[in-house]
């Protein structure tokens, strides 16, 4: 069975995608299966803002996206951003200062949602996962 038109493309992105988030989202997924230029656009600006920039190294970029997801109160997807964050080269008291940094314009939801994050990347890691 031949594929379908795009679908080499889209397969290629998403695999840029994994490598450089380290994880795969299913809504991103089906969004490529969907609206595959949408989601190209997507990961396009994605990348602008979560990679070395001009004075801004990723993992700093990661600290900045860690916080905000932390008082949204989005968990899942704060530990996510703190394990990009360790490969590229944070430390884990880097990422718990950051999230007490967070803390003050935040609160404390913020700050409990940053911890609970970072504590399962440390049962992990105790694990050895």
Known sequence: MAEKPGEKKRK???QKMQKSRGYMLPPWVYLSEKD???MEAYNNLY???LTDGKAL???IREFI???????????DAVYLHCKRALRLG????????A????????????LAVGLRALAKIE???????
């Open 36 to 38: 595959p230029d949408f």
């Open 47 to 49: 990348e602008r803002a």
């Open 123 to 129: 049962e992990e890691e105790k694990a050895g996962k």
């Open 90 to 97: 944070a430390t884990q008291q880097e990422i718990l200062e």
């Open 99 to 110: 999230i007490e940094s967070a803390m003050v314009p935040g609160g404390g939801p913020t």
């Open 12 to 14: 290629a992105l998403l």
């Open 57 to 59: 190294p990723a993992k």
């Open 65 to 75: 996206a860690i916080g905000i997801l932390a008082y949204r109160g989005l968990e």
